[in-house]
């Protein structure tokens, strides 16, 4: 089974540039996920979609960033323009299902997108 | 109150000793806990999942939780060199018809040979 496929797993861009990161979730998963990764965080959650629907995006800062899931697959996340405090690992991650009171529902990631912001 | 607590460390631990790790929830209606083991550049790969009180064993690790005291553990028995990496705890809150995950930031564990 092929797993969350990520790109491009690099990008150095400049402050006030733009960048878009894809992700293809696992086949069949309905939940897709972006999350924030400073180094030495937790992954931050940006953005939650269900099926093509956005579930949670409280902490994603709207002004400059944007996420979309047109068919219900995969997802494109962009930045701009893009600040220094940007710099992260940009996880996707996909699950099964999402329904409240069920355990286990297991998040798998992708490989991440490395974003450096000069 | 940050929503997912734990000790940053490093713990650092003999090879073949248990390590043990902590984490501390503030839902108290939360439902669903994680362990994630992140290595140094790599994405987090989960170890274990636990909902119910009490422990859960798989292999070398046992997950134990106490939802009196929003208090989440993993023990790794016999740890090895190969076990030092970032162990993440992940907890699901209540929320309205879909699943929300929580990251805490992660315990950086050295096993030394």
């Known amino acids: 089974e092929a797993g969350v496929a990520q790109s491009p797993r690099y990008k150095i861009i400049e402050k006030r540039q733009s960048v878009a990161f894809w992700c293809n979730p696992i086949?069949?998963?309905?939940?897709l996920y972006w999350y924030q990764q400073i180094l030495g965080q937790g992954p931050k959650l940006l953005i939650q979609?269900?099926?093509?629907?956005?579930?949670?995006d409280s902490q994603l800062p709207k002004d400059r960033f944007s996420a979309e899931r047109l068919k219900g697959v995969d997802s494109t996340l962009k930045i701009q323009p893009a600040k220094l405090e940007d710099s992260a690992v940009y996880l996707c991650?996909?699950?099964?299902?999402?329904?409240?009171?069920?355990?286990?529902?297991?998040?798998?990631f992708g490989e991440g997108s490395w974003l450096t912001v000069v | 109150q940050k929503e997912v607590e734990q000790n940053s460390g490093p713990l650092s631990v003999p090879e073949g000793a248990i390590a043990s790790l902590n984490c501390t929830y503030s839902?108290?209606?939360?439902?669903?806990f994680f362990w994630y083991r992140q290595y140094s550049g790599k994405s987090p790969e989960l170890i274990m999942f636990?909902?119910?009180?009490g422990d859960k064993e798989d292999g070398r690790f046992t997950a134990q939780l106490n939802k009196a005291s929003q208090y989440v553990s993993l023990l790794i028995r016999d740890s090895q060199p190969s076990d030092s990496a970032t162990y993440l705890c992940?907890?699901?809150?209540?929320?309205?018809?879909?699943?929300?995950?929580?990251f805490g930031t992660g315990t950086k564990l050295q096993v030394i040979p």
């Open positions: 839902d108290r209606g939360s439902q669903s």
């Open positions: 991650a996909s699950s099964f299902f999402s329904v409240r009171g069920l355990s286990g529902n297991t998040i798998y």
């Open positions: 992940a907890v699901s809150p209540p929320s309205g018809g879909y699943q929300k995950v929580t």
């Open positions: 086949s069949g998963h309905a939940t």
């Open positions: 979609f269900q099926n093509n629907g956005v579930v949670d």
């Open positions: 636990i909902y119910s009180n």
